[in-house]
């Protein structure tokens, strides 16, 4: 096995670009896209067999099922062998849930959330003893997670790669037990997209609920946690400013992991198919993806709507702005 590979975590809310932001690197010589990788064991359980949507989310973007990939099921026996448990036929048995269910169609368990709460708060007030104590008692789980990022960069030959689960509380426990082989891109969708959005998809909150959702989830829990990260390398990246000028995103997300820009091979757009994502948005089944800027907003949303949705986007550059200087951006903050 080879040292252990450098993991690029992706932390965002949802419906933020985070699948695209995890195939956009995986166009990176020597990155390797995972997509969702938290969902894996309930992925290989679900067997292409128990999704009803059209295309099935439960196959691997080569639309195999995952123990029919090529790939996945060289990885999958390669775990096995250390494990000491067929994980293809006994998949859940390989928890990597971290503080949730494995089956991802039961949630997160009502002793889970409190947990979470709780860990979170103790990271953000620096109680280390509290928040070492629940991570301890998920460390096989962030074991489990760490051998897995061994066994498929092992098995694909690679140095980097991506997780695009989003959990920051999961990223921490991460960073904690390999510190020096951890990254983290902070990802955030312009408040403007992210509400229409929202209203596109006819999400059941109002707008303004959103929108303070999304915000409290940065300003409480995201950067917070983020800033206790010392000596973590953290890029923050805007949604969109990556479908405006995914090339120019690209040149600065091989600058972040250490690969020279000049170095990378000319921009041809994404074909997921030639990847191999557990999880995330549809559009990872999509045989070539032409990522183009989504300015539906500017229709979709009324005056007073837009006026909101202003106004939380100044919110939020407020909370960007107050990232150490350290931290690398992706995108000039003027």
Known sequence: MPNNPK???????????????????????????????????????????????????????CLETF???????????????????????????FNISFLRH??????????????RKIMRSAIVYDLTWLSDLIIGS????????????????????TPYMVDSSKDIL??????????????????????KSYAASGKHWKAPASIQKRLQKWLDAYRKTYIPVLKKMAGCRILSVKYDELAMAP???RKELATFIGILPDSLPKWGGISPQNMHI?????????????????????TELSSKELDMAVEYEAKMQDLINTLPDHWDHAVDKN
């Open 7 to 61: 993991v690029i975590l992706i932390i965002s809310s949802g419906h933020s670009g985070s699948t695209l932001l995890d195939l956009l690197f995986g166009t990176i010589p020597g990155v390797v896209s995972t997509g969702e990788l938290i969902w894996l064991p309930w992925q290989v359980w679900r067997d292409g067999k128990l999704c009803t949507a059209t295309p099935k989310q439960d196959i691997c973007t």
């Open 67 to 93: 123990r029919q990939c090529p790939v996945w099921s060289k990885i999958l026996q390669s775990i096995s062998n250390q494990f000491g448990n067929d994980i293809s036929k006994d998949p859940l048995s």
């Open 102 to 115: 494995q089956k991802y169609s039961d949630g997160i368990s009502y002793k889970s959330r409190i947990l």
């Open 138 to 157: 998920q460390r096989e789980i962030i074991q489990n997670t760490c051998m897995l990022y061994d066994h498929i960069a092992g098995t694909l030959e």
């Open 170 to 191: 999961r990223a921490y426990a991460i960073w904690k037990e390999r510190p020096d082989d951890t990254m983290v891109v902070l990802l955030h969708k312009d408040a």
């Open 247 to 249: 090339e120019q995103v």
């Open 278 to 298: 557990v999880a995330g948005n549809p559009m990872r089944f999509k045989e070539t993806i032409h990522i183009k800027y989504d300015d539906r907003w500017r």
